[in-house]
Every structure is written in C-alpha cells, then in structure tokens.
C-alpha cells in the first residue's frame, strides 16, 4: 500500500474495474492507504484521520455483510438501497451505512 501520495493515487487508480465500476474492497484499500498518509502528517489532522477511519470501518462492514453482492460500490449501494437503508432520491443517506458513518 502506498505511503506517500502518489501510491495512494495509483491504489485508488486500481480499484477501477472497468465501465466505470470501482472494486468495493480495492476502494477501502485505497482509503487504509490515504490513512496512513494521513495519520503521518501529525497530530493537527488527528481528528478528520479519525473521523475518516470510522468511515472506512463502516464501509468495510458494510462490504462483508455480504461480498458478492457488494463487490462493486455501485453494487453495495444499490444493495443498501434495496434492503431500505436509504431513501433516494427524496431523502439523505442513512448514516451509519456503506455510504456513511
């Protein structure tokens, strides 16, 4: 995983998966990256790390809930979607969820 920017650039260049899809798991790796670089500019960013760690643990639950289905992100929205966790496109997104936490 990558350290500096440009790692974590080319870890979220990788989650595509083509046709515009991005590989739910390979996104959350993305975000453990950016993390890590977050976590190494010092403490004045501590709490949008935190916050944004929280946010990464929420997607990953999310994803394991049941992988298959929520392989893609569109796949593990459109799963919440449909399981009633949000309200599109009248109402905001359930928070917490994949989408938010």
Known sequence: RGS???GVA???NRASIGGGG???ERIIGACEAFLNVQ???G???KVIA???ERNIKMAQ???EMDPQ???TVRGLLEDEVAKGHHNPPQGPLHSPSGACA
């Open 69 to 71: 289905a929520r392989a």
């Open 22 to 24: 991005l590989s739910t």
């Open 10 to 12: 080319a870890e979220f």
């Open 50 to 52: 935190d916050h944004f």
């Open 39 to 41: 976590r190494g500019m």
């Open 61 to 63: 639950r999310a994803y």
């Open 43 to 45: 403490p004045n960013i």
């Open 4 to 6: 500096s920017l440009q």
